[in-house]
């Protein structure tokens, strides 16, 4: 209901005609939508200033990786000013959202109230500290909204260049919700929608390549991995691979039929990863996805604006180069 509810206010603030910045609208409405659903807190206010912090954050991870951050994240670097007002920004947020539900004292079945009342069981019987809860909010925050905006940015991108898809989508979703907003028991029926997904998160997958430290010496394609090493799998490469995906750059969202999902090896495709460090998400982001776009696709057909350039740019997620400008008009019923 949440996440409806959000979207809802988000098609609602849109005028036909009018061109929007996808990116930034998808952000920030995954932005609201994971602080209310996991820490009940509402963050609409200061949406934009998150939003443009978080930005800041991803843009920012190539800097963190390099050797003696520590030293360089104290000199007075433009980009080292950026990085450490986001970080404020988003400090203060986090720890307000921390101090006002510690002050409440409720459990109210929330990931937040399980990370307040969490012990240490194994040691020494104490709770979490606020840096610790930070650090998970932190982590949960980008995780739970940056990749859901960029798939769903790609989506409205690629629906604006297909439009036979785009129609039949339109027709789904008014088939199955006969003018109704979505609700948790349309996603079943909503399998269309799920397979234009599944095709958008294919060509450009939120996540692009995953790294996984190696604990044994191991053989993989003739090479030897030795223990410590770092073993990177990149889900663009593999889910461009035409010995699985004939045809790798066509946007084809009947690749997702039950028929041609049994003919592919298991892990030909993941966007959420696989095994068992698989995205503990990927469930909430899955229904999450195709609930926002039936909302808004139930009004609003969005055009890519005239002369617009559409560039991928491959960071810690695989975001566009440059935001999409989308014109917003009435679509038609079927």
């Known amino acids: 209901k949440v996440m409806v509810d959000y979207a809802a206010r988000a098609r609602e603030s849109w005028q036909a005609g009018t061109t929007i910045s996808i990116g930034e609208e998808m952000m920030r409405l995954t932005l609201g939508i994971v602080a209310k659903t996991l820490f009940d807190a509402d963050v609409e206010k200061d949406a934009d200033e998150l939003g443009e912090a978080m930005g800041v954050f991803v843009k920012s991870f190539d800097f963190l990786t390099l050797p003696f951050v520590e030293v360089l994240e104290k000199l007075p670097f433009p980009r080292v000013r950026a990085f450490n007002n986001a970080r404020d920004l988003l400090d203060k947020t986090i720890y307000r959202i921390i101090n006002e539900r510690r002050a409440k004292g409720e459990d109210i079945g929330d990931l937040m109230s399980m990370l307040l009342i969490a012990q240490d069981e194994e040691g020494d019987g104490k709770g979490m ?14 995780a739970g909204h940056e990749t859901t905006a960029n798939a769903l940015t790609w989506t409205w991108y690629l629906l604006s260049q297909h439009p036979k898809v785009e129609a039949r989508v339109w ?63 990149s889900q663009y490469l593999m889910h461009h691979d035409e010995r699985y995906f004939p045809e790798p750059e066509k ?52 055009s890519l604006a005239p002369g617009s350039k559409v560039e991928v740019q491959p960071m810690i997620t695989l975001r566009t180069k440059n935001d999409i400008p989308m014109i917003v008009s009435l679509r038609p019923k079927y």
């Not at 010496?217 to 410590?228: A, D, F, K, R």
């Not at 298991?266 to 909302?295: D, N």
Request: proline share 7%; hydrophobic share 40%.
């Open 129 to 142: 500290s606020d840096l610790q809860i930070r650090d998970e909010v932190m982590t949960l925050f980008i």
């Open 171 to 233: 027709q789904e979703i008014d088939q199955v919700l006969q003018g109704h907003l979505p609700i948790a028991g349309d996603y079943p029926n909503l399998r269309y929608l799920e397979m234009v997904l599944s095709e958008s998160m294919r060509l450009y997958p939120p996540a692009w390549v995953i790294g996984r430290r190696v604990v044994k010496e191991c053989q993989v394609g003739g090479y030897t991995l030795p223990v410590n090493s770092i073993a990177f799998m």
């Open 251 to 302: 946007f084809d969202p009947e690749r997702w039929t039950v028929e041609a999902r049994e003919k592919r090896p298991k892990h030909s495709y993941f966007p959420f990863g696989g095994g068992i460090r698989q995205c503990i998400g990927e469930p909430y982001a899955w229904m999450e996805g195709v609930l926002l776009l039936a909302t808004i696709a139930q009004k609003w057909k969005l």
